[in-house]
């Protein structure tokens, strides 16, 4: 099992360089739970009606008495200033799972095979997969996220080749809509540092030479799914957008080109809201 690491781009910074923060072991707790933004409405004949937003994880990581802990300590530090500032984080409590990628054909319920695209980060975190009996987060977009944990039976898909996952249990939903991402359930790509958090420090010392590590972060679902686009224009059905993206072997959900034209997508959810989405020229973890 490999180790726990942080993976940004420091900012401000003119020349873009990746830190990787190596705990040197796994982590001492780690679990995450739901916010989500949640209407209910009564109609007169008494029948419930619930409209969701946004959902969003909670993601609380702790180690204590960190090994090389004065070192780790000056490293962790530096990652804080970073995030309290509004810069993002990749995490993955182990190392060589940092596997991140995307639905190349619309899945749905009852299905036990996926097909995804490549590890969509191997630039940052290397060559990266998973294997059989790993878990994976099955993601769509928000608002009203839908998701579900699978287990991996089999997988012919590579860090650098599209390809395919068997899994253990079926999909139990529809994901046939948007772009849908597909990651080790404990590895966050994109991780940011909720505002309420600032006033405390991500790390702790018991006699100035035990210290210990302790923060909660939130992923950005806009940072992350953009990694997977070169421009916005996500909604959309999954079956005009592929085209021929499973054997084009082009890293874009939208086939060779990477692009639809915002006048082909109806950016409008189910609940009337025009979604404005914003092109992301260069897709990496931190601004």
């Known amino acids: 099992m490999g180790n726990a690491k942080f993976y940004f781009y420091p900012s401000p910074s003119q020349t873009p360089y990746l830190a990787t923060i190596d705990l040197g072991e796994g982590l001492a707790e780690l679990y995450s739970d739901y916010d989500i933004d949640a209407q209910d409405g009564v ?17 609380r990581v702790q180690r ?80 009203a ?7 991996v039976q089999s997988i012919t898909a590579t860090a650098t080749a599209h390809g395919t996952i068997t899994l253990t249990n079926p999909i139990l939903y529809d994901f046939d809509t948007g772009v849908i991402g597909v990651r080790y ?56 957008a592929f085209g021929d993206a499973a054997t084009s072997g082009a890293d874009s959900v939208l086939a060779s080109s990477g692009f639809i034209s915002a006048e082909e997508v109806t950016n409008t959810s189910d609940i009337g809201t025009s979604l404005i989405t914003e092109p992301t020229i260069e897709p990496k973890i931190a601004t």
């Not at 966050?188 to 302790?214: C, Q, T, V, Y």
């Open 185 to 240: 359930y404990r590895f966050w790509p994109n991780l940011k540092r909720p505002a309420n958090n600032l006033s405390a420090n991500m790390i702790s010392n018991e006699r100035g030479f035990l210290f210990s590590l302790d923060v909660m972060l939130t992923p950005d679902y806009f940072q992350y799914f953009s990694n997977f686009l070169p421009v916005g224009n996500e909604l959309g059905e999954l079956t005009n």
């Open 145 to 151: 996220m839908v998701y579900q944990l699978v287990k």
């Open 43 to 59: 109609s007169y004949t008494g029948r419930r009606y619930r409209t969701v937003g946004r959902v969003s994880e909670m993601v």
């Open 64 to 143: 204590d008495r960190m090994i090389s802990g004065e070192d780790k300590y000056r490293d962790l530090m530096t990652l804080q200033s970073h995030l309290d500032r509004g810069g993002s984080t990749a995490l993955c409590s182990d190392a060589d799972k940092s596997y991140a990628t995307f639905l190349t054909h619309p899945a749905k319920a009852g299905d036990t095979v996926i097909r995804v695209s490549s590890n969509i980060l191997r630039n940052i975190v290397g060559n990266k997969i998973v294997a059989a009996n790993d878990y994976l987060m099955i993601e769509t977009q928000n608002p």
